[in-house]
């Protein structure tokens, strides 16, 4: 009860060894919504992607500040600004940038999975359609 939240800060090796998307799965239906470390294992990054889980890399020097932030504060707040890409430490002016693919960024904007976003563009897709059909 003292730590809650939807954003979950782990130590310097998350996914390594549970590269099943049962693993992403989970702490999407625990009710995380983001997990933060220095390291993020590529299979599990892909899978909490998909699983509308924002893996957000940090590096070192900054994940200890959370910690510290956080081991003074355990109400401490984060913020995490997909659309700029930036975390903060509320209130204790840290701020650091992250990656995050371009594609898979708007699927978490907007909510989409994989099919979700293919229909968004089905306009595009027919005018393309229809375009090659008067081609040949």
Sequence with gaps: PTYSGSILVAGDQVGCGSSREHAAGALKAYGF???VSSYVADIFRGNALNNGLLPVLVSPDFLKNIFKAISLDPSQKLVVDLAHQKIEIVG?????SFEIDPY????MINGYDDIDYLLS???LINKFEEKQLQVS
């Design 92 to 96: 204790r002016g840290g701020v650091e």
């Design 121 to 123: 563009k089905k306009e």
């Design 33 to 35: 919504k983001v997990v």
């Design 104 to 107: 898979k960024k708007t699927c």
